[in-house]
């Protein structure tokens, strides 16, 4: 029996005489990782392809600004963030216009787009792109947004700002507005001030500064706008009400909301008539919300709560303009479940609110039809199945890899009402039928057990925490037993397939357990919430048999062996990936075949996805990871909506397996549980586009895709225009830390 065992990283002193070689070679090791650097990785598994369709236009995934043509009303302009381009509507009619922009540091190309605003002649529309620290301008008539290329760019017409702080730099933009005049305005959330500029991007100005403190200050603001007499309103989100500044930046006056408080207020807009709507969020539930006031800063009517709440606690900018005649346009980055007609339910991003009345009505939804995913942050795999925690889109589906991974079913409301899925496992059976799909649900405190038809097997937990306390991943032993992080319990709970609890464990070695994985040797592996340890368990009784620790002082460049925020593990037979991602500058994916008593600096195999971007084999902002025995790797890749799989390849790919005679047809199940409730587009909206059909349970069709294929041998990713500057982790943080030190 091996002793619980933990390894920390090490710091080395250097004397004042060494710092000089120290900065030199350093820099010379930073010249000389273009296999880390540029997202190549060491040997790690080859990118294969994408999984998830792409919105189609008229779809909105997390939209955020709204801006309505100053000159021509028919034409709404809205950032779809989550989708990294510009979407134009009608108010009537068929509203998808179209659309332009990707995700990407090419020229018109967006990397965070958060705001919209147009020029008041009508010419110009401006973008700021917070991922990007700057401000981006396009001639609207020259812009390809009808679908035909032809006479048209997609290039932008002029940009300006860098990251920093100062005149003309940014550090978070995320509101924009536009004057009579035709002077930009730019709220920086970070930074806490408001930036004037000419409509060329010339004579930058700070117009508020934090730094200059009194009751004008502004902490966090999100959003801004311009009213006709040239006053400056601020959502100061933090402070909780909407400020008022004059041309020249002086406090004119504040709106806290009356008897019921503003809370977090991230979205303003000001009619030519000097009314006003704030939308800012019920503090209770977070759900989003909207408020009316005249001329006269008397509020008009109730405040209108939105379908959905912020899960994460994000406080988004929520985007609204208005029309001239006095309907306005409101989005929705939420996009909660809305009724259309008796039957009908979608996600409506987009809504037209008329002037007096309190019906939304709606224009867009969310790209949520089979194989289309919403901010995926949980992926399992098996032999056949691929799960999907369709997280923003709170459901699952159920990708079939013997039928090129196309979309067998998908589960969600309200057969399976979950709210905010955690972790996905599968156990695959000797049937179909006897198949095991595992979801934690971190917000109801319930481990749901399906079958590959859809249907709710078994339900674990009665919501309460004693039983599962915000419960996180999910992982399954070939036994069939099950391991479910609960997170705030601190603890890691064994079920068998039946459901009766057979152990309980970790407590006096884990603080908020998060990843769980059955890897080499058949431990449990487990990361943690907000630790940069990893943990290795024996199943049988729930035995530590080894910890590896890293020092976090050590780990503004962490390297090979170290963990910096480790937000997924997954697991095969023979290696143990650790998913790594603090949201800005530092994401990878390490490969580890660890020993109890080895460093894990001495066990790490392979480093791969540690360059963002949108292109082929780069993740952005990724959650989740899989792995199975087969050589197959897959990463939710959250910020561009799919899930990327790579497999492995040359001298590390795994041996084939001989094949078995276990049976793998598809279960027969009624039309009932196939997913025939597709999400429907507008009434006056039809979709350019139809989504992958659904397979049949009987088909026969020959697999496009089958597993245990030899891999086709592809060269990884390498850094690309679709890779921000600001995001390269050895540039922005390692050696500024040297330089520092020496």
């Known amino acids: 029996m091996l002793n619980l065992l933990g390894h920390r990283a090490r710091r080395r002193v250097v004397g004042r005489p060494g710092r000089l070689l120290l900065a030199a070679v350093a820099c010379c090791w930073l010249l000389t990782l273009p296999d880390v650097a540029a997202g190549q990785g060491r040997r790690g598994p080859s990118f294969d392809r994408s999984l998830g369709l792409v919105p189609e236009s008229g779809l909105l995934n997390t939209p955020m600004g709204v801006?309505?043509?100053?000159?021509?009303?028919?034409?709404?302009?809205?950032?779809?963030?989550?989708?990294?381009?510009?979407?134009?509507?009608?108010?009537?009619?068929?509203?998808?216009?179209g659309y332009w922009g990707s995700r990407g540091e090419g020229r018109g190309q967006f990397w965070q787009p958060m705001d919209v605003a147009t020029s008041p002649d009508g010419r110009y529309v401006y973008v700021v792109d917070a991922g990007r620290a700057r401000v981006?301008?396009?001639?609207?008539?020259?812009?390809?947004?009808?679908g035909i290329d032809i006479g048209c760019s997609r290039d932008v017409l002029n940009e300006w700002g860098s990251y920093g702080s100062g005149?003309?730099?940014?550090?978070?933009?995320?509101?924009?507005?536009?004057d009579r005049k035709g002077r930009v305005y730019v709220a920086d959330e970070a930074s806490g001030n408001i930036q004037v500029f000419e409509a060329d991007g010339t004579d930058a100005r700070i117009l508020v500064d934090q730094k200059l403190g009194g009751p004008g200050v502004l902490n966090h603001p999100r959003d801004i706008d311009v009213d006709a007499e040239g006053q400056i309103w601020v959502a100061d989100?933090?402070?909780?009400?909407?400020v008022v500044f004059d041309g020249e930046g002086k406090l004119v006056t504040q709106h806290l909301g009356g008897a019921e408080r503003f809370h977090k207020p991230t979205g303003i807009a000001v009619a030519p008539d000097g009314s006003f709507i704030v939308r800012d969020f019920d503090p209770s539930y977070r759900s989003p919300r909207l408020w009316r006031y005249d001329a006269s800063g008397r509020l008009s009517g109730s405040p209108i709560t939105l379908e959905g709440y912020d899960k994460r606690s994000r406080y988004l900018l929520q985007g609204v303009d208005f029309l001239p005649d006095g309907n306005a346009v409101v989005a929705n980055p939420y996009a909660g479940v809305m009724r259309l007609g008796e039957s009908s339910e979608?996600?409506?991003?987009?809504?037209?609110?008329?002037?007096?009345?309190?019906?939304?009505?709606?224009?867009?939804?969310r790209g949520e039809r089979p194989g289309q995913f919403a901010y995926p942050m949980s992926v399992a795999v098996g032999k056949r199945y691929v799960v999907v925690g369709d997280t923003d889109n709170q459901r699952i589906q159920l990708l079939d890899a013997e039928l090129g991974y196309a979309p067998a079913r998908v589960v969600g409301a309200p057969e399976l009402p979950l709210e905010e899925i955690a972790g996905v496992a599968i156990s695959e059976g000797a049937t179909a039928l006897s198949t095991r799909i595992y979801v934690s649900d971190r917000a109801l405190n319930q481990i749901f057990v399906l079958d590959p038809t859809g249907a709710v097997r078994d339900v674990w937990g009665d919501g309460r925490p004693r039983d599962f306390n915000k419960p996180g991943g999910v992982a399954v032993d070939a036994a069939g037993n099950v391991y479910i992080a609960d997170t705030n319990n601190k603890r890691i709970v064994k079920r068998a397939a039946s459901g009766e609890?057979?152990?309980?464990?970790?407590?006096?070695?884990?603080s908020q357990p998060d990843g769980v994985a059955i890897g080499p040797g058949g431990l449990l592996y487990v990361t943690e919430r907000g630790q940069p340890r990893l943990t290795a368990f024996r199943t049988e009784d729930g035995l530590a048999m080894a910890r590896w620790d890293a020092d976090?002082?050590?780990?503004?460049?962490?390297?090979?062996?170290?963990?910096?925020k480790p937000v997924a593990i997954a697991a095969d037979d023979r290696f143990v990936y650790v998913l790594e991602n603090t949201g800005f500058l530092h994401v990878r994916t390490q490969v580890f075949a660890p020993e109890p008593g080895k460093p894990l600096s001495e066990s790490v195999v392979a480093v791969f996805t540690d360059s963002e971007g949108a292109g082929p084999g780069l993740v952005y902002d990724p959650y989740g990871i899989a792995a199975h025995p087969d050589g197959r790797v897959l990463i939710a890749d959250s910020g561009n909506n799919r899930v990327q799989l790579y497999r492995w390849s040359g001298d590390l790919a795994p041996s084939p397996v001989a094949p078995t005679d276990e049976p793998t047809a598809e279960p027969s199940r009624t039309p009932t549980t196939e997913p025939t409730d597709e999400p429907s587009a507008t009434p006056t909206a039809e979709p350019t586009d139809a989504p992958t059909a659904l397979p049949s349970a009987t088909s026969t069709a020959v697999p496009t895709d089958a597993p245990t294929a030899p891999a086709t041998v592809q060269a990884s990713p390498t850094a690309t225009a679709d890779r921000p500057t600001r995001l390269n982790p050895l540039l922005t943080v390692y050696l500024p830390h040297v330089i520092r030190r020496w």
């Open 67 to 97: 801006a309505v043509s100053a000159t021509d009303p028919t034409r709404i302009f809205v950032v779809d963030y989550g989708n990294a381009r510009i979407q134009v509507f009608r108010p009537v009619g068929r509203p998808d216009m």
């Open 136 to 146: 981006m301008q396009f001639e609207i008539e020259k812009l390809c947004i009808g």
């Open 167 to 178: 005149p003309g730099a940014f550090r978070a933009p995320t509101g924009l507005a536009v």
């Open 237 to 242: 989100t933090e402070n909780h009400r909407i």
């Open 346 to 365: 979608t996600a409506v991003s987009l809504y037209l609110l008329p002037q007096g009345g309190d019906q939304l009505q709606p224009l867009a939804v």
């Open 501 to 510: 609890e057979l152990a309980s464990f970790g407590r006096d070695e884990l």
């Open 552 to 564: 976090p002082l050590d780990m503004q460049r962490p390297e090979p062996g170290e963990l910096l």
